[in-house]
């Protein structure tokens, strides 16, 4: 998005307005074509002739304002590299305009997980199932569990190395697994061929699954959790961390979180069980009531 509209401009000349309308522009959204949900009727040959051409999908424009900030902060990193190579002598996205960012929180409920867990077990791919069923009890991103190998894992002690080519953080991450994980890895190591690497191979032969659009857009339809992504399993288990009487900090290390701010979007779900906490110390400090006779 950046390449075609500065491709024949150069680093030198790029402003800070230029920036701007950059991002305003990448904020506002690209030209989406509306897709129909039921299939075109059929027209015999004979009568195509004698109707008016269909008139084109409408195209909608849905904002993006995270997107805009991401490039932003790219900018922002690309120009700070063109300083350091002596090709400029100053940044025009240092102070760039940042979009407000409403963070998506959508936890599913014990009667989903359910559903969701009855429709995976219905399914056919359980291959892709078991993606699904690894994200669902480490918290780990979709491609993290993806693109997991055997060697990843030490099942002795339930603990899961993430290496940082694998990880969004570039960072090493090891994390703890449940006893589940554990039986679930298990269960794949009997499933795929004798000697492959990777916990859920792909169809290409050296590689693992590259894609399970399919198989959640089914999930959902069954389950009947139209709006749930793949990514919101990840917020579903930090809720049930949450629950479960578990502290930020901890929530932090199991996700692989570099930054606190990323966690305090869970902060909110603390109240329940601090409630509760208070509660119980409200009942044993209040003062019991005497029977005053008459």
């Known amino acids: 998005m950046v390449l075609p509209e500065w491709r024949s401009r150069k680093v030198t000349d790029i402003?800070?307005?230029?920036?701007?309308?950059?991002?305003?522009?990448?904020a506002a959204g690209r030209p989406r074509v509306w897709k129909k949900t039921t299939k075109p009727i059929k027209v015999p040959r004979t009568l195509k002739s004698k109707q008016a051409k269909p008139k084109p999908p409408p195209k909608t424009f849905k904002p993006t304002p995270v997107r805009a900030n991401r490039v932003g902060e790219v900018l922002r990193k690309m120009f700070s590299l063109a300083m350091t190579w002596k090709i400029r002598t100053d940044n025009p996205a240092t102070s760039f305009r940042k979009r407000p960012e409403t963070a998506r929180e959508r936890f599913l409920s014990f009667e989903e997980?359910?559903?969701?867990?009855?429709?995976?077990?219905?399914d056919p791919d359980?291959?892709?199932?078991?993606?699904?069923?690894l994200c669902m009890l480490t918290g780990a991103r979709c491609g993290e569990a993806r693109?997991?190998?055997?060697?990843?894992f030490n099942l002795d002690l339930a603990i899961?190395?993430?290496?940082?080519?694998?990880?969004k953080q570039r960072r090493v991450h090891r994390v703890p697994i449940s006893h589940e994980a554990v039986a679930l890895i298990r269960l794949r190591g009997d499933a795929v061929p004798k000697g492959c690497r990777f916990l859920f191979p792909g169809d290409?032969?050296?590689q693992a699954v590259v894609d399970l659009k399919r198989f959640w857009e089914r999930m959902r339809v069954q389950a009947e959790i139209p709006d749930v992504r793949i990514h919101d399993l990840r917020h579903t288990f930090a809720s049930l961390l949450v629950s479960g009487g578990a502290s930020l900090e901890m929530i932090g290390r199991l996700l692989g979180h570099t930054q606190i701010g990323t966690t305090q979007r869970y902060a909110h779900l603390i109240d329940s069980p601090l409630r509760a906490g208070v509660n119980a110390v409200g009942e044993m400090l209040k003062p019991r009531?005497?029977?005053?006779?008459g």
Do not use: H, N, S
């Open 15 to 26: 402003t800070p307005t230029d920036v701007d309308r950059l991002l305003t522009k990448v």
């Open 113 to 122: 997980i359910q559903r969701l867990a009855d429709a995976m077990c219905a």
């Open 126 to 133: 359980q291959r892709a199932a078991g993606i699904i069923r």
């Open 204 to 206: 290409v032969p050296g």
């Open 160 to 167: 899961w190395t993430k290496q940082a080519a694998y990880t």
């Open 289 to 293: 009531l005497k029977v005053v006779g």
């Open 147 to 152: 693109t997991a190998t055997f060697d990843q």
